[in-house]
């Protein structure tokens, strides 16, 4: 079933390898739908949140050649129920005039949004939450007159996996394994 | 830099990284690099004239034929092919090459030179952002743009290349890197942290293996590089014997089984043997070494071998369930899996199950082989040349060839009585590896004969290798099966495309003249009768030698697996 994904895939910190990571998908010609790359709990290692809208068994595959780059350390597939995510957006908007100020606290409020910052004729709103989360408040601003609108890929974190740490320590067993 | 490298740092020479370049591929065992100098890779080649009579470069006439020259002496000597280019065209003409090796696991250094780092990224002449072009098709790849990295990135380079699934490896070195002092030592690499080559099935994989292989009434084994890759190819014929299995081969897996074996039942693929396809889809457990079920081997996935219980041997964990789900994957290296299965299975003959198979080389003798061997009529048959080469040589010739029908007559009709005798281009299909590929096989196995057959198209895709034959004087033997069009197009026009023969038709200068410009020895053959004096001439010529045989203008290889068909419904004739 075609749904969308979350790949966290751990990496060596080295130039070239965003391209490396994203040919997997574009290869395919799989539109990635989101990508944050960051540092994960390990020092030195990079961990890529990829989201994309494929079938496990597609997901399953790509991880597999995802792991076939020699400075991928690991790539898991996470299918929705598994991932708690959260984007971040930004709303640059009008700033209300007469009653408006009021109904806009109510929006935010009712969003779980904050005001990051005020000047003359503008404001910047905050909202942390799922992509449609955030969508909503982007049409809930819309009546305000929206000036800029920008928002993160998603970040994810899984509910079972277990420790990085725990994985590169499989790893070094691999390096030395025998019969 | 490493801690103890820091401190042998401090006792090494201070060279130019060039040298410190040189030095480390003759660290890492570098006999021969096939090359073409430029402007961003100078202090290389003037580096490389200090060691000139120790390190052999060997200068090809197109950066192309230095990479095909790189795989075919890799693939023939299985050590890691060298090839160096300069910036932006020199490295983009190994871009074909590069693709090659990748798609058919070649172990291959890359080395290119690039403009200085300070000039990066402004269009400077002859740039090219060659590590963004060769990441999808390299195993891995890098840019230096200090002396100080050049030793430990090329030792790290030749360990991805080799280990594991080998594949090619690119370098390229910014023209400051090359320049600047560095003080030069050298430590091999033996482990990269986030990389395990090494893969060992689990013990409970191993035992279920055996046990249904042991279970088996109808099993077939199907090799492919794999095998000769991890040096496999005795562990295979001893597994095959005790176990009584019938041995294809794909393409790739051509003489990892000697032809002749009694258990050998040719190749399987879009125009392997009929037998060997359609009893892909009777057996009841397929033995899958060291391919990775391409779909010229496969046809159809929906309708192959659906009713076996297939068990996969590879060591690249992504080729695993990739196309084929398999019962049993066994996660490892060919050699070292076939000899540990060897000991748990039991010893077994399936007389009954391999006559089904010769039952089936009856048929395709009648149809095919019979006509293509030993026509009553006409002119000469790619088949006939291929099998009559194959005689004479005894088979033990290593058989390079090109793409095409003749890559396929060469395939079907060569006897390989030694392993590590074929070499071809598979995955990527590349016309023009021919006759470079074979000038690096002959560089790797002077005492070998090397028979390079060639259509007379891809030839004159990378003909200008004859001058490298000459200068270093390598003695390969060109077989050009010359049919005066691009074969295997029109065999698909003709079948598919109602012998509409849009270009393809070739209207063909005198190859035999081409040679002679370049002092190259050479017969033109147009009818059976001389044939086999040309062959022998060619033979004891002491040198290269090119030999043009006029063959059949509108000849099809059969049998055929037309595309997306299933194996069971491979075709004897049109
Ligand atoms: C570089 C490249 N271009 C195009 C093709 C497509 N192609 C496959 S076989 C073939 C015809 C080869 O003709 P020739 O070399 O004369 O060999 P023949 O089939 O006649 O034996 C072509 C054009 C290819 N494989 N490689």
Redesign the interface.
């Known amino acids: 079933m075609l749904e969308n994904r979350t790949l966290s895939v751990f990496t060596e910190n080295r130039v070239g390898l965003l391209a490396r990571v994203t040919s997997v998908f574009t290869r395919r010609n799989v539109n990635i739908e989101s990508l944050t790359v960051s540092e994960s709990e390990v020092s030195g290692i990079h961990r890529f949140t990829i989201v994309a809208h494929v079938t496990r068994e597609l997901a399953d595959k790509m991880a597999a050649q995802l792991e076939k780059q020699v400075e991928v350390i690991k790539a898991f597939v996470h299918d929705e129920a598994q991932v708690i995510h959260r984007d971040l957006a930004l709303y640059k908007i009008e700033l209300p005039r007469g009653g408006g100020g009021a109904i806009l606290g109510r929006v935010l409020g009712d969003h779980g949004a904050r005001e990051l910052l005020r000047e003359a004729d503008f404001c910047v709103i905050e909202k942390t939450g799922s992509p449609d989360d955030i969508a909503a408040l982007l049409i809930a601003l819309e009546p305000f007159g929206v000036l800029e609108f920008v928002r993160s890929g998603s970040v994810a974190l899984t509910r079972p996996m277990k420790k990085l740490s725990a994985f590169l320590n499989e790893l070094e067993e691999a390096h030395v394994a025998s019969w | 830099m490493s801690p103890t490298l820091a401190a042998a740092a401090a006792t090494g020479d201070l060279v130019s990284g060039a040298t410190a370049l040189v030095r480390s591929l003759v660290a890492e065992g570098v006999q021969t690099l096939f090359g073409y100098p430029g402007g961003a890779i100078m202090p290389v080649y003037d580096a490389l004239y200090d060691v000139r009579d120790s390190l052999r470069h060997i200068l090809v006439r197109h950066e192309q034929g230095a990479v095909h020259a790189a795989q075919g002496y890799a693939r023939v000597s299985g050590r890691v092919g060298v090839c160096i280019a300069t910036s932006g065209p020199g490295a983009t003409n190994l871009v074909t090459g590069i693709a090659d090796a990748q798609i058919d696991s070649t172990p291959l250094v890359c080395i290119t030179g690039q403009v200085s780092s300070r000039v990066l990224g402004t269009d400077a002449f002859q740039e090219t952002d060659v590590?963004?072009v060769t990441?999808?098709i390299t195993?891995?790849?890098?840019?230096i743009t200090r002396a100080c990295d050049i030793s430990e990135a090329v030792a790290k380079a030749f360990y991805?290349a080799r280990t594991g699934r080998p594949g090619p490896v690119l370098i390229d070195f910014t023209k400051d890197a090359q320049i600047e002092l560095t003080r030069f030592v050298h430590q091999p690499c033996v482990?990269?942290?986030?990389?395990?080559p090494?893969?060992?099935p689990s013990r409970a994989a191993l035992a279920e293996a055996a046990a249904l292989i042991d279970g088996a009434s109808r099993p077939y084994l199907i090799a492919g590089q794999g095998v000769t890759l991890s040096g496999g190819e005795a562990a295979l014929i001893a597994f095959a014997e005790k176990t009584g299995v019938p041995v294809a081969t794909t393409l790739l897996g051509l003489s990892s089984f000697p032809t002749r074996h009694p258990l050998s039942v040719g190749m399987v693929g879009m125009h392997g043997k009929y037998g060997a396809n359609v009893k892909t889809n009777t057996c009841d457990v397929l033995i899958a070494v060291g391919m990775r079920f391409d779909d010229r081997v496969t046809g159809d996935l929906n309708r192959y071998a659906r009713q076996a219980r297939v068990i996969h041997v590879e060591l690249?964990?992504?080729e695993?369930?990739?196309n084929v789900k398999p019962a049993v994957a066994l996660h490892g290296d060919a050699r070292?899996t076939l000899e540990?299965l060897a000991h748990l299975v039991s010893p077994r003959s399936h007389d009954a199950w391999l006559a089904e198979f010769r039952a089936c080389d009856a048929i395709e003798d009648e149809k095919v082989v019979r006509d293509e061997l030993s026509p009553a009529s006409g002119g000469l048959r790619m088949g006939e040349v291929v099998h009559r080469i194959a005689e004479a040589t005894a088979g033990e010739a290593i058989v390079v060839s090109d793409v095409g029908q003749h890559q396929m007559a060469a395939a079907r009709y060569s006897n390989f009585a030694r392993k590590v005798s074929s070499v071809t281009s598979g995955g990527l299909g590349t016309m023009g590896f021919g006759l470079p590929a074979a000038l690096g096989a002959k560089v790797a196995a002077p005492d070998r004969t090397v028979i390079a057959f060639i259509g007379d198209g891809g030839f004159q895709m990378t003909l200008q290798e004859l001058g490298t034959i000459r200068q270093t004087g390598a003695a390969v033997k060109i077989v050009i099966l010359n049919n005066s069009f691009l074969g295997m197009v029109r065999q698909w026009q003709e079948l598919f495309f109602e012998r509409r023969y849009s270009h393809t038709e070739m209207n063909n200068p005198d190859f035999v003249q081409i040679a002679a410009a370049y002092g190259i020895a050479g017969l033109k053959v147009a009818g059976r009768e001389a044939l086999s004096g040309a062959i022998s001439a060619m033979l004891a010529h002491p040198g290269a030698f090119l030999l043009d045989v006029t063959v059949e203008r509108e000849s099809n290889v059969f049998p055929m697996v037309p595309s997306a068909a299933s194996v069971s419904d491979v075709l004897l004739e049109a």
Request: glycine letters at 4%; hydrophobic letters at 35%.
């Open positions: 590590v963004n990441a999808p195993k891995w790849n890098c840019q991805i482990k990269v942290r986030s990389y395990v090494r893969a060992i690249d964990a992504s695993i369930g990739k070292e540990h």
